[in-house]
Every structure is written in C-alpha cells, then in structure tokens.
C-alpha cells in the first residue's frame, strides 16, 4: 500500500498510471467513438512515458503504433458517419427506429433498406409466409386481415413482419395496401445476420419492436371500445327504449285496444249469492 502511494505521488510513475486508466476507461465505453478517443489518448501518453520520460524506445513505439491505429479506426467511423442528406423517409425511419445509434451503424442498416411505393391492394405480406420481408411504412396506410377478417390497419411508422423476424415463425395476417404508401423493405436473413454482428442495432430494433407492438395493441384496444360503444348505442344489440325512432308516434293511429273478456254466467251468479266483503276476518269458533 505504501509503495503504490509513493508511485502515486511520484509524477514520473503517476504518467505511466495515467497510461494504464486511460486504456481501462476506452475498454469501458460502450459508444465506439469514445473508446477510440480514449485508446488515442491512452497512446500518446505511453508514447511519452516510455519515450521521454524512462527511455523505452521499444514500448514507446507500440504506443504510437497503438494510437494510430485508433486514430485511423476513428476516421473511418466519422466518415462513414457522415453520408449524403437524408430524405425525409430516412429520418423518419432514423428517428423511429435508430435515434441513439451512431452515424456508421445507422449508415449499414440504411444501406440494406430498399425504399418502394406500393399501390393499393398490393400485399406486403401473406399469412403462412414463411419468410416475410421486414417492412416499415413512412407513409400511407396498410389493412391487416386474419382469415380474410380485417383485424387492424397500419400506419407511419409500424413495422410489418417484426414477429416472424424475431421468432422465425411464419407470418400470421396477410396485409394490403389501403392506399398508397411509401415503405422500407429489408431481406430478414441480412438484416438478422447485420445485428448478429454489431448488438447495437439488435438492440434498438428490438427496442422499436416493442414500442412499436405496444401502439399496434392500443390501437386495437381503442377500436374494440369502439365497436363495443357502437353495439350498445341506440341501433345496436341493445337499443335504448328512449332513443330517437323508437318512441310512438302520436300523430299516427292508434292501435286498437286488446279485447276483455267477458265474465261468465257462472260467475256472475256466484258474485251475486257471496256477501260482500268487510274487512275484517271473522271470528274463530
């Protein structure tokens, strides 16, 4: 302990210390510009410890061998970051799906995106499919149908096929063009094999998925609260007796009262022989 407190404040040993931290904080950054900063920075400093400072010409020439291949890995990162200016589809979808990823990964997930306007009634996707496309819609609308049912609609910025991409399952709806709309179209197989390899992007599609799956059930809920409404409002299963339409109409004829029968003969002699009533009950005997 009194040997690392002695190095410590010793300001030779203190840079060397300095070399090691800066490595340790790159190895712990989970943005990859910041860990080639750091690694950079990490060299320069073991470049003039080992260099200047004890004389290692050996150790100082792996550190500048070790900055700049960093630095170089650091250009390529912030020029494949920097792309042509986006159109108004891509910063939707950057937005929407990717809006925490860095410039190169969102470069590589834009460079697999095919972009299409599909007209109406063209299906995007068929139930039983067993590979269906990855689609995310930028604009226009889209009907899902289940067993030639309409279950829901789509709209700017859902996904289509995002539970197939994840389970490998065949896709369960068959969805239709409603009317015209702009989508991205990604082969599953390449997209998956391009998130097995940088988790990054798996993580924020699976992110967007989720977010995504959550308004498609809201959506849903509100339209069955609706249909519910609908079926209990005045017209529906159960009617209101008050509601407009259902109340008589005075003006019209009147319906002919139903016939009272009359008493029998029977009857009327044995009204006739009865006392009429007290009311009182007699007496016991």
């Known amino acids: 302990m009194e040997q690392l407190v002695e190095q410590l404040t010793n300001p030779i040993a203190a840079v060397g210390h300095l070399n090691y931290m800066l490595v340790i904080l790159s190895v712990s950054m989970s943005s990859m510009r910041w860990l080639r900063l750091f690694a950079i920075a990490s060299g320069m400093v073991g470049v003039f410890y080992y260099g200047f400072l004890i004389t290692d010409r050996i150790s100082a020439a792996w550190e500048g061998i070790f900055a700049a291949v960093n630095a170089v890995q650091l250009a ?132 967007s998925f989720n977010r995504n799956l959550v308004g498609k059930l809201e959506r849903m809920n509100e339209t069955n609260r609706e249909r519910a409404a609908a079926v209990l409002s005045p017209g529906g299963l159960l009617p209101d007796p008050d509601a407009e339409g259902l109340v008589a109409d005075d003006s019209g004829p009147a319906e002919a009262p139903l016939p009272v029968a009359e008493p029998s003969k029977a009857a009327k002699e044995a009204d006739a022989v009865a006392p009429p009533f007290s009311g009182t009950r007699p007496a016991s005997a």
């Not at 068929?126 to 609308?141: H, Y």
């Not at 030639?148 to 369960?172: K, N």
């Not at 991205?184 to 390899?197: E, I, M, N, S, Y």
């Open 76 to 207: 390529i990162v912030l020029l494949a970051g920097r792309r042509k200016k986006l159109s108004e589809d891509e910063e939707l979808f950057i937005r929407t799906v990717m809006p925490t990823l860095e410039g190169n990964l969102r470069a590589r997930v834009l460079k697999l995106a095919r972009w299409q306007t599909r007209q109406p009634e063209a299906v995007l996707v068929e139930e039983g499919e067993e590979k269906p496309a990855l689609v995310f819609i930028a604009s226009g609308a889209a009907s899902v149908e289940k067993s030639g049912a309409l279950v829901g609609v789509c709209g700017p910025g859902d996904f289509l096929g995002e539970m197939s991409f994840l389970t490998g399952r065949p896709a369960s709806a068959t969805v239709k063009v409603a009317n015209e709309i702009r989508c991205c179209v990604f082969d599953p197989g390449v997209l998956k094999a391009l998130t097995q390899r940088n988790p990054g992007i798996r993580q924020a599609l699976e992110f």
